[in-house]
């Protein structure tokens, strides 16, 4: 059974920092990363990272985020920085298996406001 497990939401003033944490369980995934959905928005790549350390970051974020992974744990994170009140969004881990099957966590929130 697959599981992916979020952690590291929040609340956070424009230009404050947050970590996002993801645990994977029950495959072995060859891509890893994030997505994010802002109220009345389409689901958005946020940043993706392939098990041999390929990063693909969202234009938005670039600079400003990090992401990376422990394929032997199985956890993906991704390190926000500078953050802007436009990146107040639902956070989605996501991951895909050698089968191209797609798999998403609960979503995690974070709000960026004064």
């Known amino acids: 059974q697959v599981q992916l497990v979020e952690s590291g939401g929040g609340l956070v003033q424009p230009g404050g920092s947050l970590r996002l944490s993801c645990a994977a369980s029950?495959?072995?995934?060859?891509?890893m990363g994030w997505y994010r959905q802002a109220p009345g928005k389409q689901r958005e790549l946020v940043a993706t990272?392939?098990?041999?350390?390929?990063?693909n970051y969202a234009d938005s974020v670039k600079g400003r985020f990090t992401i990376s992974r422990d394929n032997a744990k199985n956890t993906v994170s991704l390190q926000m920085n500078s953050l802007k009140p436009e990146d107040t969004a639902v956070y989605y881990c996501?991951?895909?298996?050698?089968?191209?099957?797609?798999?998403w966590g609960q979503g995690t929130q974070v709000t960026v406001s004064s």
């Open positions: 990272i392939t098990r041999g350390g390929r990063i």
């Open positions: 996501n991951a895909q298996s050698i089968t191209s099957m797609a798999f």
């Open positions: 029950g495959r072995i995934f060859t891509i």
